[in-house]
């Protein structure tokens, strides 16, 4: 029993975002019946859905990060777009200057980066579970002085990646029909699941996010467990920003994954975790990416102004708060309690009256008899 009600609750968090995801593709259908329309084009899928996942990579990658910082340590990080660009631009700094680029010096490259977004990890992480910094302010420095280091790193250029390994890895593998961000998206989270199946990492968090003073009485220490997300979001940022920018095959220190941490934020709310820490649900996460790289794609097909794209996703953003806040949900709780009572009490009347007839019927037989 208590793992089915467990389950139970699992499926229930997953409604909104799930729900959100079926009116999207309900409007898309509405469009045009062949939105899933899949068609092989020089040894590779195309399509809306193809398009989608392969759009939503990156975002998909950090909203798993978002939602480990913002379980934890109640707060979330900002500075994730601009993580990606500084570990991305040392990344393409390396691969630059080794001359000959073998995938061996591609493997390397990623090390750094990834090496480069721990160290970016810890000093956020230092400021926010060691100096009680708010999450928000703490990131708010990479925030604003994160791309400039980025552009510096570059050169004050925006450096190409003109070799074949990286447009591999931004498109499609030779025979492989599925595009390699897709693969590599899929094998993050592979990982990722792995990681939470065979430690205790989700259920230090948790405890440190629904409890910290509870969880440093059980032997947890927050102050680790909160620096733990932020260096791993430290590395989740490399390896979005690896991704991105392999796919757009030069660095652009000024665009690459700008503004991404609203859309990881929305995609860990719409998920269905609460933003004030706690109990997280991955799985949510990553079907909110995916529903936010819907939004913005049906927005386009709806040939909506990419200028106007924002101001219909803050509209949304709204919506769907209002939607699942905890006053509108005690409010929906209550209504549904009222509707099943309602609906009990009309049940019971009909069977009494049934029950009633059933024996006037049996009173007037027997009268009769006599």
């Known amino acids: 029993m208590p793992r089915l009600k467990t389950r139970v609750n699992n499926v229930s968090n997953l409604f909104l975002p799930l729900s959100v995801l079926v009116i999207l593709i309900i409007i898309n259908l509405i469009k045009g019946a062949d939105y899933f329309k899949i068609t092989m084009v020089n040894g590779a899928f195309y399509g809306n859905i193809p398009n989608i996942l392969f ?7 950090l909203s798993i990060g978002m939602t480990f910082v913002t379980a934890a340590s109640r707060g979330q990080d900002i500075s ?8 991305s631009a040392i990344f393409v700094q390396y691969v630059l200057s080794s001359g000959n680029v073998t995938l061996w010096t591609i493997l390397v490259g990623f090390v750094i980066s990834c090496l480069a977004g721990i160290v970016i990890g810890a000093f956020n992480g230092t400021l926010v579970s060691f100096f009680n910094v708010q999450p928000m302010v703490a990131t708010l420095i990479l ?22 390994i990286s447009n591999r890895i931004g498109t499609v ?5 599925i595009h390699t961000p897709i693969i590599l998206t899929v094998v993050f989270i592979a990982i990722v699941a792995v990681i939470l199946k065979t430690t205790n990492l989700r259920l230090y968090v948790e405890a440190v996010g629904v409890n910290p003073s509870a969880a440093r009485l059980n032997g947890i220490n927050p102050k680790k467990v909160i620096f733990l997300t932020f260096v ?6 490399a ?3 690896f991704i991105a920018v392999n796919k757009a095959g030069r660095h652009d220190s000024v665009n690459l994954l ?27 996460s990553i079907i909110g990416a995916y529903t936010i790289e819907v939004l913005n794609r049906t927005l386009l097909r709806l040939e909506v102004n990419p200028e106007a794209i924002k ?30 009572g309602i609906f009990s009490n009309y049940s019971a009347g009909q069977t009494g009256g049934l029950s009633n007839g059933a024996v006037s019927a049996a009173d007037t037989t027997g009268k009769r008899g006599e």
């Open 258 to 284: 700008k503004f991404i941490m609203m859309d990881a934020i929305l995609a860990v709310a719409l998920g269905g975790n609460s933003l004030s820490g706690g109990k997280f649900s991955i799985t949510g």
């Open 55 to 61: 759009g939503a990579s990156e975002l998909v990658i």
């Open 311 to 340: 101001l219909f996703k803050a509209v949304f953003i709204i919506v769907l708060m209002i939607i699942a806040s905890p006053v509108v949900r005690v409010y929906a709780k209550k209504a549904l309690d009222k509707a099943k």
């Open 173 to 177: 593998i030779p025979g492989v029909p």
């Open 232 to 237: 791993l979001m430290g590395v989740f940022s």
């Open 143 to 164: 925030f604003l002085g994160g791309r400039s280091i980025a552009f510096i790193i570059d050169g004050k250029v925006s450096p190409i990646l003109a070799n074949e």
């Open 80 to 87: 994730i777009g601009e993580s990606g660009a500084i570990s």
């Open 239 to 241: 390896v979005a920003g």
